[in-house]
């Protein structure tokens, strides 16, 4: 009793579905590329009941669909999808800018400002992934302010649906749209604002989805 393998089992499936995940979310994995479950188990040294696991919860996801004849495939993008996701991602990051503001500090506001600047620097060197790093960065400080876990669990799947599309696209849209976005959410934090920084964030996020899926 002292080893009990399906904890094992079960820990090894979450292992290879985030690693699954962030190779599709970063496009390492390709929208429409097939994916055999045989050939993945070899990859990762283990047998392919984790990995079939792992794929299961992808396709719950979203990310990952079955084809006719047992294959599996990484999910296509899809606008649709996508300008769905933008709208729920972009009411609940409003909330939480909403719950946030009155709990902000000055420690908070530093932070905003200089995750925008990474964002500046990112846009100008044309660095995709550390855009977007910086992006979420700047909205993380709302979230951890608010300090809703629910709020957290619901972005994670909505946001895993619109990842793609930033990683594929962000680097052709005008970021300097989002960094003066930011400003002026960051002036209405300092006001102790809260409707207008929500409405401002929820705007951020509408039209980041919009440039996004035009592209």
């Known amino acids: 009793m002292k080893n009990i393998q399906p904890i094992r089992r079960l820990s ?4 290879v579905y985030h690693h699954l995940k962030n190779a599709i979310l970063l496009l390492e994995l390709e929208p429409e590329e097939r994916l055999h479950d045989k050939d993945l188990a070899e990859q990762f040294g283990i047998s392919r009941t984790p990995v079939r696991e792992a794929l299961k919860k992808l396709e719950d996801e979203g990310l990952v669909e079955a084809m006719p004849g047992s294959a599996t495939r990484v999910a296509p993008l899809n606008n649709d999808e996508a300008n769905h996701a933008f709208t729920v991602v972009a009411a609940l990051h409003a909330l939480a800018a909403r719950l946030a503001v009155p709990l902000l ?5 530093k932070e905003l400002k200089i995750q925008n600047q990474k964002l500046r620097c990112a846009m100008e060197e044309r660095n995709v992934i550390a855009a977007i790093q910086a992006d979420e960065d700047f909205h993380q400080v709302f979230l951890t302010a608010a300090g809703n876990p629910e709020l957290v669990k619901a ?4 946001t895993a649906k619109i990842r793609r599309l930033e990683m594929a696209q962000f680097g052709s849209v005008k970021g300097v749209n989002s960094i003066q976005q ?6 209405a934090c300092i006001e102790k604002d809260s409707e207008k920084t929500a409405l401002l964030t929820e705007v ?12």
């Not at 500090?105 to 506001?109: A, M, Q, S, T």
């Open 12 to 15: 090894l499936r979450e292992e």
């Open 182 to 187: 930011h400003e002026q959410i960051m002036d």
């Open 155 to 158: 972005l994670e799947v909505s």
């Open 204 to 215: 951020n996020w509408l039209s980041l989805g919009e440039l996004l899926i035009q592209q």
């Open 105 to 109: 500090e000055e420690k908070d506001i």
